[in-house]
């Protein structure tokens, strides 16, 4: 990895996006691959898409999603603690001791998730609860709700937590929005390397960062009735189901390292993603296989169907303690589902037909 993709996926990383308040970070992206694209847009709600060879009537998207879980100032007591909702699939359990960015409107101010102690909780089993969305709060170090409000807080401000980007052991990269920032890394990463390689590619590529995937896969609706792409391919994460507490027979079993993570289902069409197969194996690049029953629960599902149906495929990467502030994913991985998006893409023929049969 270069010095300046290292930086830029550190301060990307760091950044807050939550959902619906993404701007900052797709600034921050825009500014990066900007050397890479012909052009860009950006849509009214902040989906941002660089575009290779736009004359092109033929278009191919690579996408992922730039949002991340948050929470909602919901209410403030008398006393100035700060209960909350959701924005995404937040979890409480993890809350309690956690610290935390309340984005003001007068800018960033720091708070902790309390809780009582251990010894206060044991003596009586009631006082013992588990942490969700009743007995959550925020404690800003204020004495009363007017003093919050005069921090700039109020309902309807939202809160991210504060946990920057690390490296473990030299062979993961951790983080609070690995899910899926990490996945606008990997796309704009494509895009700097077919312009340093001096690929031309026989088609359009307009490489897509949406919002508001956490909150059903808004984004990438807008984005997917904007372009009318012939051809969509998403990148996300799911889960690495060796750490402890998973099971195999139902969550799969995939391994952080060993690969991409490539979905058999309804919404991923048959043909693209037999040639994402046949592109891995002749690059020799490692993949694991996944199934959907239904939806894959991703934007892939957006772009599959949008606009009559677009054959869309998706490439996931390996993902440890998803919607907590560790995330954790595998150096390796990460460059391989580059390459192997990279290597897709110059695989795709000029209007090339994916249908079964015609």
């Known amino acids: 990895m270069s010095q300046e993709s290292q930086i830029f996926l550190e301060k990307y990383l760091n950044n807050a996006s939550p959902t619906g308040f993404e701007e900052a970070g797709q600034k921050i992206w825009l500014d990066y691959i900007k050397p890479y694209i012909d052009d860009y847009t950006v849509d009214n709600y902040g989906s941002v898409v660089g575009v290779i060879n736009a004359k092109a009537d033929y278009k191919v998207v690579i996408e992922a999603h730039a949002d991340e879980i948050s929470w909602f100032v919901n209410y403030i007591d008398d006393k100035g603690y700060i209960y909350v909702r959701r924005n995404g699939g937040s979890d409480a359990l993890i809350a309690p001791s956690m610290r935390v960015n309340i984005h003001g409107e007068e800018g960033i101010v720091k708070g902790v998730f309390g809780w009582p102690a251990i010894h206060v909780r044991n003596k009586e089993k009631e006082r013992n609860p588990m942490p969700d969305l009743k007995n959550i709060y925020i404690d800003m170090g204020c004495s009363s709700k007017q003093e919050v409000l005069d921090k700039g807080v109020d309902v309807g401000t939202v809160v991210t937590f504060d946990a920057d980007f690390l490296e473990l052991n030299n062979r993961y990269y951790v983080g609070r929005a690995l899910d899926n920032r990490i996945g606008g890394y990997i796309i704009a990463q494509v895009a700097r390397m077919l312009k340093e390689k001096k690929k031309k590619l026989p088609f359009g590529l307009y490489i897509a960062n949406c919002v508001q995937e956490e909150i059903g896969l808004r984004g990438a609706e807008m984005v997917a009735d904007t372009i009318k792409p012939q051809v969509a391919i998403v990148t996300d994460v799911c889960h690495d189901t060796q750490s402890p507490m998973y099971s195999k027979t139902t969550d799969g079993d995939f391994t952080a390292g060993d690969g991409p993570v490539l979905t058999f289902g309804p919404a991923v069409q048959n043909n693209l993603l037999k040639l994402i197969m046949e592109t891995a194996n002749k690059k020799k690049i490692p993949y694991?296989?996944?199934?959907?029953?239904?939806?894959?629960?991703?934007?892939?599902?957006?772009?599959?169907?949008?606009?009559?149906?677009?054959?869309?495929?998706l490439i996931s990467l390996p993902l440890k303690y998803m919607h907590t502030t560790v995330e954790t994913v595998h150096k390796e991985d990460v460059e391989n589902v580059i390459k192997?998006?990279?290597?897709?893409?110059?695989?795709?023929?000029?209007?090339?037909?994916?249908?079964?049969?015609?």
């Open 288 to 313: 694991q296989r996944a199934s959907a029953s239904r939806s894959t629960g991703t934007d892939t599902d957006s772009f599959a169907y949008s606009n009559g149906g677009v054959p869309s495929a």
């Open 340 to 358: 192997l998006m990279y290597e897709t893409l110059l695989s795709i023929k000029k209007g090339q037909d994916f249908r079964y049969f015609n």
